[in-house]
Nanobody, 124 residues
C-alpha cells in the first residue's frame, strides 16, 4: 500500500489542523493505521492509531483530548484532527499502515508502510 499524507501547515498555538492520509490499493481495511511524528533533533514518536474497522483508537498521553484519529474505509483515508495545538506539537507527521493480524500497535517497528510526512508548525 502507498500512503500520501497532507494537511500540514503553519498555525498559531491554540489553533487546529486536520491531517489526511490517502492510501492506494483495495485492502486498506486490512491495515491498522497510525500517525507518528518527528520533531527536529528527536526520534520519531507514536501519536495515535486506529484499528482496521475503526472501533479502537489509541493516543499518546500528550495528545489525548486534543487529537482525534478516524478512518473512512470506503474512501481509503485516515485522518488526524488536531485541536488546541501547542508549539511542542511542531513536527513532521507521518501516517503508517500495519498489516499485522494482531491488535493495534503503538511502536514504530510494527508498521510496514509509511507516507512521506507532512510538516506541522505551531507558533507561540
Amino acid at each position: 500500500v502507498q500512503l500520501q499524507a497532507s494537511g500540514g501547515g503553519l498555525v498559531q498555538a491554540g489553533g487546529s489542523l486536520r491531517l489526511s492520509c490517502a492510501a492506494s490499493g483495495r485492502t486498506f481495511s486490512a491495515y491498522h493505521m497510525g500517525w507518528f511524528r518527528q520533531a527536529p533533533g528527536k526520534e520519531r514518536e507514536f501519536v495515535a492509531a486506529i484499528s482496521r474497522g475503526g472501533s479502537r483508537t489509541y493516543y499518546t498521553g500528550s495528545v489525548k483530548g486534543r487529537f482525534t484519529i478516524s478512518r473512512d474505509n470506503a474512501k481509503n483515508t485516515v485522518s488526524l484532527e488536531m485541536n488546541s495545538l501547542k508549539p511542542e506539537d511542531t513536527a513532521v507527521y507521518y501516517c503508517a499502515a500495519d498489516r499485522t493480524i494482531a491488535d493495534v500497535a503503538t511502536t514504530e517497528r510494527s508498521y510496514d508502510y509509511w507516507g512521506q510526512g507532512t510538516q506541522v508548525t505551531v507558533s507561540s
